[in-house]
Antibody, heavy 122, light 107 residues
């Protein structure tokens, strides 16, 4: 059974960089045809897709965040990561990692991590 | 971006009831519509993709329909574990976008 687990700092100061890692177990991040995504849910608001990365390193980011987002993949440790620069209080959210269904269904999210709360402090 | 609007935002129902949730897209998305269930403190779970295809392992009491801009999720007979928040999401064009959610509560 595939499992995803987010980890990283739960408290980030405003203007600094948020960094999270998603560890994949029960399957290989390099097995083809899946996008590896980050999605967030601010308190009291809806879900927002941040972007994805493939094991090849190809990425696609939400234009609303593109200038501040960087994703990377570490195939040797079966992990992928998110960096979000210049954070503000508006970036406070539960952050989820999720897998896209195979065969190019990049935006159908079939496995999710439990989520991790990141709070931006002033 | 494609805007997704769900209705109602919440509903109260009893075990055994049938409930229907509606999702409307701001432009045509063909059949590229997914439904997720989220229980408190848990990750979202994919229930339906491509408007009407049940994800593996999802009970048959869940069904999805629609095409274009109007979609529905129906739960034919509510079980206690179905009380949760449900989200629709379009996968037709980037960036994928979600509805605001429908909370199904116990009456």
């Amino acid at each position: 059974q595939l499992q995803l687990q987010e980890s990283g700092s739960g408290l980030v100061k405003a203007s600094q960089t948020l960094s999270l890692t998603c560890t994949v177990s029960g399957g290989s991040i390099s097995s083809g045809g899946h996008s590896w995504n980050w999605i967030r849910k601010p308190p009291g608001k809806g879900l927002e897709w941040i972007g994805y990365i493939y094991h090849s390193g190809n990425t696609d980011y939400n234009p609303s965040l593109q200038s501040r987002v960087t994703m990377s993949v570490d195939k040797s440790n079966n992990q992928f990561s998110l960096r979000l620069a210049s954070v503000t209080a508006a970036d406070t959210a539960v952050y989820y990692c999720a897998r896209g269904r195979p065969s190019g269904a990049d935006y159908d999210f079939d496995y999710w991590g439990q989520g991790t709360l990141v709070t931006v402090s002033s | 971006d494609v805007q997704m609007t769900q209705s109602p935002s919440s509903l109260s129902a009893s075990v055994g009831d049938s409930v229907t949730i509606t999702c409307r897209a701001s432009q045509s998305i063909d059949i590229y519509l997914n439904w997720y269930q989220q229980r408190p403190g848990k990750a979202p779970k994919l229930l339906v993709f491509a408007a009407s295809t049940l994800q593996s392992g999802v009970p048959s009491r869940f069904s999805g329909s629609g095409t274009g801009t109007d979609f529905t999720l129906t739960i034919s007979s509510l079980h206690p574990e179905d009380f949760a928040t449900y989200y629709c999401q379009q996968s037709d064009s980037a960036p994928p976008t979600f509805g605001q959610g429908t909370k199904v509560e116990i009456k």
